[in-house]
Nanobody, 112 residues
């Protein structure tokens, strides 16, 4: 069964950092452009960041530019999202996406 499994979420203070991971069950998924999305309560799911198959091209939503970094390790079938300077607007469930496949999400909470 094709799966994407996110991990690394948790509770962090404002200004803190978290590193999310998305592990793919099949190498074929790593041949895809991959994205991180997030969805806060009462809001629509929004794109956070995307990365090309080789990692040579990335994109970021304006609210996270300069604070978040997306990367990938195809040999480990994993995509990462390094989140620094976390702010009160960042709490959400973060989802990994490749083609039509979605993970179950990982919760990020920012609170003092």
């Amino acid at each position: 069964q094709v799966q994407l499994v996110e991990s690394g979420g948790g509770l962090v203070q404002p200004g803190g950092s978290l590193r999310l991971s998305c592990a793919a069950s099949e190498f074929s998924l790593m041949l895809s452009y991959m994205r991180w999305y997030r969805q806060a309560p009462g809001k629509e799911r929004e794109l956070v960041a995307g990365i090309s198959t080789t990692g040579g091209s990335t994109e970021y939503a304006d609210p996270v530019k300069g604070r978040f970094t997306i990367s990938r390790d195809n040999a480990k079938k994993t995509v990462f999202l390094q989140m620094n300077s976390l702010a009160p607007e960042d709490p959400a469930v973060y989802y990994c996406n490749a083609r039509s496949y979605w993970g179950q999400g990982t919760q990020v909470t920012v609170s003092s």
